[in-house]
Nanobody
Framework: QVQLVESGGGLVQPGGSLRLSCTAS????????MGWYRQAPGKERELVAD???????NFSESVKGRFTISRDNAKNTVYLQMNSLKVEDTAVYYC??????????????WGQGTLVCVFS
């Protein structure tokens, strides 16, 4: 089973920046797409951005031009650079990894979440 550990959340004022990191470890054959999701109070979890193993990225419209996503395959780590943060970016951010086991089983692993709070 894969374990995902996120870091980098915190408190920041509007216009500020934060960088989230998520590292995968455990028993796995390969990690395919990795991504970040977020869930604000009273709302459903939504995709923020994801990136394939080959580096193809996908962003939600609300963060395009402000957030970038990258990954280091050798370290099984994905990063989310968040710039020009807005109050509405406040949420718990979750890392997700699409894992393939040595037996060909595919499943999604999730991190425990890290809080990003943007306040004025």
């Amino acid at each position: 089973q894969v374990q995902l550990v996120e870091s980098g959340g915190g408190l920041v004022q509007p216009g500020g920046s934060l960088r989230l990191s998520c590292t995968a470890s455990g028993t796995m054959f390969s990690i395919n797409t990795m991504g970040w999701y977020r869930q604000a109070p009273g709302k459903e979890r939504e995709l923020v951005a994801d990136i394939t193993r080959d580096g193809i990225t996908n962003f939600s419209e609300s963060v395009k031009g402000r957030f970038t996503i990258s990954r280091d395959n050798a370290k099984n780590t994905v990063y989310l650079q968040m710039n020009s943060l807005k109050v509405e970016d406040t949420a718990v951010y979750y890392c997700k990894a699409e894992v393939t086991t040595a037996w060909g089983l595919r499943y999604n692993g999730w991190g425990q979440g890290t809080l990003v709070c943007v306040f004025s």
